[in-house]
């Protein structure tokens, strides 16, 4: 099963593609590289430590709680889930 940002990266790799009529032998990689395209892992990354960021100075106090690495009363996870709040780390 796909998670839903595997399917967005693999629209932009095949847009990519269609985009520079590059054939297959041509790596996904290759292609950001040349054409200087962050992937979708590597700009979620950057939007979630830009808004991470934000909430320090932010008015409203039970938002800027929310600026700990670890949310309060939150049981342990059982399942290796992967939240945005991992990508700080």
Avoid: G
């Amino acid at each position: 099963m796909k998670s839903n940002l595997n399917k967005i990266q693999s629209y932009q790799n095949i847009t990519l593609r269609q985009l520079t009529n590059a054939p297959p032998y041509i790596s996904n990689l290759t292609l950001h590289n040349d054409l200087h395209v962050k992937t979708i892992e590597e700009e979620s990354v950057i939007y979630y430590k830009r808004f991470f960021s934000r909430l320090v100075n932010h008015i409203n106090p039970l938002i800027r709680n929310l600026n700990t690495l670890t949310l309060p009363d939150n049981p342990r996870r059982r399942l290796k889930r992967r939240w945005c709040r991992d990508r700080l780390l």
